[in-house]
């Protein structure tokens, strides 16, 4: 480690069955703060609390009940089949010598129909496209049982129709099954259209945490990105969207 912060004065808290979406440029400490609130890092100073407990009181099975991590969807394949790697997700509920219980088939099943996947049950996972892996990814997140989702970019890389199918799967596990989700996006509009409430991050801190009405500001993104923005009423009535303003 080189000793540099990365993060610092960084504050806020979460409610539970909230839409939380981090925005900011590159270079602002999104990923890593999302690193440090799943423990992937570990040499930080400060504290995080998961419902009045600290974070590292947490066994790593038990905090896998707690907080379930979904990396971007780069390109990497696994010699296993779909099935078996939502299956792999249910280890928080395993202990060292217990075997696949008809239970845990059971959960998978019914995930990978919630997730629309039952189709590539079967399917290789290194068959799969790039949308269609980070669908998987988070159907083994929610294998685990977890109360809370990190995602870090889930839509990144990945075409117009699978940015659809996973924001949706999002939106519908967020409304109709109550997990709270905090996750990464380089969209405002997408993170101001479907969270509860934004944080913007820039040089390591935080600037503001508001409203999605509140954020779409022109000043106020302006100070985030260093860019001028217009911001609109959607086509559709579907709130306002930010533009950014074509430079001379």
């Avoid at 998961?50 to 379930?68: E, P, V, W």
Wanted: proline share 3%.
């Amino acid at each position: 480690m080189s000793g540099e912060t990365i993060l610092e004065n960084v504050s806020f808290e979460v409610g539970k069955g909230e839409f939380f979406s981090i925005i900011g440029p590159n270079g602002a400490g999104k990923t890593s703060l999302i690193k440090c609130l799943g423990r992937i890092h570990n040499h930080w100073t400060g504290r995080v609390y998961i419902n009045g407990q600290d974070l590292q009181a947490f066994s790593q099975r038990d905090l896998a009940r707690f907080l379930s991590y979904v990396p971007q969807a780069e390109g990497r394949t696994l010699p296993f089949s779909v099935f078996e790697f939502v299956l792999m997700g249910r280890y928080p509920h395993l202990s060292p010598f217990s075997t696949i219980s008809i239970k845990d088939r059971e959960v998978v099943t019914s995930i990978l129909d919630l997730a629309g996947l039952t189709e590539f049950s079967d399917r290789r996972m290194d068959t799969l496209s790039g949308g269609e892996r980070q669908m998987v990814f988070i159907a083994a997140a929610l294998a685990q049982g977890a109360e809370t989702l990190l995602l870090d970019e889930p839509t990144a890389f990945l075409d117009y129709r699978h940015q659809v199918q996973v924001s949706e799967l999002l939106r519908r596990l967020n409304k109709e099954n109550k997990i709270t989700v905090i996750s990464i996006s380089h969209d405002i509009n997408a993170a101001c259209a479907q969270s509860t409430r934004v944080m913007a991050m820039k040089d390591g801190t935080c600037l503001f945490v508001e409203t999605p009405e509140n954020t779409m500001n022109s000043d106020r993104l302006q100070g985030l990105y260093d860019t001028s923005f217009l911001i609109a009423d959607h086509p559709a009535g579907m709130g306002r969207i930010a533009l950014m303003e074509k430079q001379a």
